[in-house]
């Protein structure tokens, strides 16, 4: 019937005005504030913002277990170590949750691991920065933990119904791991001089890296119109930004630690904190593959999917087994 209709006089105007009837309704109830669902119309360009956001968050997840993962055999405790598996193992979960929401939107979960594994799918930046010392651990914490929370928070809102459920799990666990970072910040501050030097020299190494998890400045940021119209995004980049350094800002002074920026400033009529400028070339070599760890990080995946190549091959095998029987008994 729609064929015919393109072939008649007129047929492809009448296509044009059924799909822009079907944007509107689309987008009325995005502005009613109701969750689309994995069966629901949506645009193509919606579903694969959503692939795109989503994939990237789930590599980001998983790649992120890496710079923390290289000291659970150095944690300066058992309580630390304790603390530390299970915050790398949250971090684990959020990935597999964040690729179950994705493949909801009908892309398969090997497939999005392959464009991690080829370099073609991003992850977050600040993963591919090395974890030098324990105090590291406290700043990726606080820090990278506190960014994420922010920029996650307001995902929970999300329009598209399974990534928002999938963030309300995830946050509540991301804000524990802000805890334990700030914990191991506040323990180090108040020790010795070696200790609150390990803590500042942690925090001048991780404070740029974590204003740039954030995303380009709004001016050159291509996706963002788009995401909040379709209310994927909440808040701008530059918006998220401003309000963690607004938050983090005094807890580094509670620290005693001084954040590195030698133009940071209070604005009084705003009642904001007013950053020195932020040094774009890096973060744009990072995602070109320049960073310190790109290669190491996706090396260390390659390592651990050719590693788990067999766990997934029994599980195919057991499924396909299980499968038998039920085939056996609809012949019959
Ligand atoms: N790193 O138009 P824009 C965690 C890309 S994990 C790399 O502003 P958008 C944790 C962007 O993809 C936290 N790439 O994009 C885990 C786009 O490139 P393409 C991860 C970045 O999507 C373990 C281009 O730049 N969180 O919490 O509107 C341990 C233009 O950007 C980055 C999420 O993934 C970056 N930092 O906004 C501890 C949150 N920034 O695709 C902690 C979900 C931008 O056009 N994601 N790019 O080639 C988002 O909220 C948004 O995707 C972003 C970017 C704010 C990140």
Known sequence: MYTQALDSPGGAAAADAHERERLERFQERIDRDEKIEPKDWMPEAYRQTLIRQIAQHAHSEVVGMLPEGNWITRAPSLRRKVVLIAKVQDEGGHGMYLYSAAETLGVSRGELIEQLLSGRAKYSSIFNYPTLTWADIGAIGWLVDGAAIMNQIPLCRCSY????????????????????????????????????????????????????????????????????????????????????????????????????????????????????????????????????????????????????????????????????????????
Not at 192 to 204: E, I, K, N, T, V
Not at 239 to 267: C, H, M, N
Not at 289 to 302: D, S, T, Y
């Open 161 to 332: 119904g399974p990534y928002a459920r999938a963030m309300v799990r995830i946050c509540k666990e991301e804000s524990f791991h802000q805890r334990q970072g700030y914990e191991i910040m506040l323990t180090l501050s108040r020790g010795s001089a070696a200790q609150r030097a390990m803590a500042q020299d942690a925090l001048d190494r991780w404070w740029w890296p974590s204003l740039m998890m954030f995303g380009p400045s709004d001016a050159h940021s291509v996706h963002t119109a788009q995401s909040m119209r379709w209310k994927i995004k909440r808040f701008s980049n530059d918006e998220l930004r401003q309000k963690f350094i607004d938050v983090t800002v005094p807890q580094a002074e509670f620290l005693g630690l001084a954040v590195p920026d030698p133009d940071l400033r209070w604005d009084e009529s705003a009642q904001h904190y007013v950053p020195g400028p932020i040094d774009w070339s890096e973060f744009h070599a990072v995602l070109k593959g320049e960073g310190p760890c790109n290669r190491e990080r996706l090396e260390a995946r390659h390592a651990a999917h050719e590693a788990g190549r067999w766990v997934r091959e029994a599980a195919a095998a057991f499924a396909e087994k299980h499968q038998e029987p039920l085939r056996a008994a609809q012949a019959g």
